[in-house]
């Protein structure tokens, strides 16, 4: 069940990597070049500062520093109390794909497009005001034959298994780094892996859309079963239990029995591809960052799930697919009020109503007011340019409209949303200018309101159709009561006429 959705102040790109703190009160998530951490308890932002493009995240032991691996291929430490970044430091030639914490807290190791797996220690170092700090050293790198994309430690510390670019899994003692086991089955490379809490069963998700279930103590296959309609980009092991959890680009997330090979329970949970997903050490909370740039939390409930059920929901769903693909369809609504929209079938007529939106928003900003030519007049029709707007989505059909504003890519929006409140300002074609804005806005909410430069054109946006539709109602309002008083007065008039005798 959603438990949260953190939006404000809100990350301003897709959220690629989240990290739960060891006593599970709060979450890290990195999203573009920003590090954000959040308390759970209230869902509010309360450390925010600029890092490099991170993938990966982790809060050190102790919960006071956490560990951004970042697509430039460096390692930042950053003091969570100070808000600042204490390290930079480099790590890999290409980008830091994985980070994966020690059991026993004494360090952790990276992997990444250099095909190199290093092993951190922990150390401390006096800063120039005398403070101690925390501070991080290579203790040992080893050399793979390919780009390692995902890491993770046994719980018992005494593997280290590594997910390669050609599709394999390497399994090694983490001590020594002696090859263990080899794991073969995967189509595509493997992008993510995690190792049940008794250290007997690991899970990989794979571009290949499937999960496999693996037992450690021979490297056999237990179990492929396809999972998502697209890659999967994380598998998360429930703490002491063979339960697991996967998250794909399909939007969807999916809890699963590693014992019984069986889909528990589905999740529609985001309204974009799912990127990253952790977990609680007690299992009662789940967390995922989607490329929606939301982070959303998940408690465990009480509430029985019954396989046949779900199993009936999901045909169900199948079924209904046309009618319902356009977002999550949450259990008790949507974060906010939010709802999803119902998606238009995409017809012939529609998408060359919005190549004709979109046609008309590119010549505007070809051809803005300033300074007019005969170039101008013949790409414009002789108009100005919020002219040609309004004769633009004047001639597309009443029925045409809210199809083609849904099928307008999302690079147009803020484009469109500017064109409507300067062509709306005169009052010309009030209505119809506030119902382009009405479609657009419903349609795009979670996206825009988490863009800085979109919340003062919606602001201004809103004031100008209040205000133009306000001058509607009052015009009509006018012209009814002189309808009345002609009435009124044509009715006075019959009364005095003499009858003709």
């Known amino acids: 069940v959603l438990g949260a959705a953190l939006y404000q102040p809100g990350h301003r790109s897709d959220v690629r990597a989240v990290a739960l703190s060891n006593d599970d009160t709060a979450v890290a998530a990195c999203a573009g070049g920003e590090l954000k951490v959040w308390n759970l308890q209230s869902g509010h932002c309360f450390r925010s500062l600029a890092s490099g493009y991170g993938v990966c995240c982790a809060f050190v032991p102790g919960d006071k520093y956490i560990v951004v691996g970042t697509k430039q291929g460096q390692l930042q430490l950053v003091d969570v109390a100070a808000a600042e970044m204490v390290g930079n430091f480099d790590a890999h030639e290409g980008s830091v794909w994985a980070l994966a914490m020690r059991p026993d807290g004494k360090g952790f190791v ?39 994309l995902a890491v993770s430690f046994s719980p018992d510390g005494k593997f280290l298994a590594l997910a390669l670019l050609d599709t394999t899994v390497k399994v090694f003692q983490a001590e020594t780094m002696k090859f263990f086991l080899s794991l073969y ?41 396809f999972a998502h309609q ?3 980009m994380a598998v998360k092991f429930v703490p002491r239990t063979h339960y697991f959890f996967s998250g794909g680009k399909d939007k969807i997330i999916k809890m699963w029995d590693a014992d019984k090979f069986v889909q528990i329970t589905t999740i529609r949970a985001h309204y974009s591809e799912v990127w990253c997903m952790a977990i609680s050490k007690s299992g009662d909370l789940l967390v995922s960052g989607s490329h929606d740039r939301s982070v959303r939390v998940w408690n465990r409930t009480e509430e029985h799930v019954y396989i046949e059920e779900e199993r009936q929901k999901e045909l169900d769903l199948l079924l209904e697919a046309p009618e319902n693909t356009s977002g999550p369809a949450l259990d008790g609504g949507a974060v906010g009020g939010e709802e999803s929209a119902p998606v238009a079938k995409e017809t012939k007529e529609s998408q060359d109503a919005c190549d004709r939106i979109m046609e008309a928003l590119d010549r505007c900003a070809q051809h803005p007011d300033e300074g007019s030519s005969a ?42 949303l500017t064109r409507l409140e300067s062509a709306g300002k005169g009052g010309a074609d009030a209505e119809l200018m506030a119902r382009a804005a ?11 309101s988490t863009t800085a430069s979109a919340l003062p054109l919606l602001r201004s ?5 209040k205000r133009a539709l306000q001058e509607r109602c009052d015009q009509a309002g006018y012209n009814l009561a002189a309808l ?18």
């Open 110 to 148: 990276t992997a990444g497009a250099d095909k190199e797996v290093k092993f951190w220690e922990y150390g401390a170092e006096k800063t120039e005001s005398g403070a101690t700090q925390l501070t991080l050293s290579v203790a040992k790198a080893v050399t793979m034959e390919d780009d390692v």
């Open 185 to 225: 089955g995967h189509r595509l490379p493997v992008l993510c892996l995690d190792i049940s809490t008794d250290s007997t069963l690991l899970v990989t998700g794979s571009a290949d859309k499937n999960v496999k279930v693996w037992g450690l103590d021979f490297g056999d296959c237990h179990k492929s079963m």
């Open 230 to 232: 697209d890659n999967v």
């Open 375 to 416: 170039l101008q007049n013949a790409i414009l029709l002789d108009m100005t340019p919020d002219a040609f707007f309004r004769h633009t989505l004047r001639k597309v059909r009443s029925n045409q409209l809210e199809p083609a504003l849904m099928q307008l890519p999302f690079d147009y929006v803020t484009a469109l």
């Open 438 to 448: 009405l479609v657009v806005v419903r349609l795009h909410h979670s996206r825009l």
């Open 461 to 465: 946006l809103r004031a100008s159709t």
């Open 484 to 501: 009345r008083a002609i009435r009124r007065r044509l009715n006075d008039d019959e009364l005095t006429i003499p009858s003709v005798p």
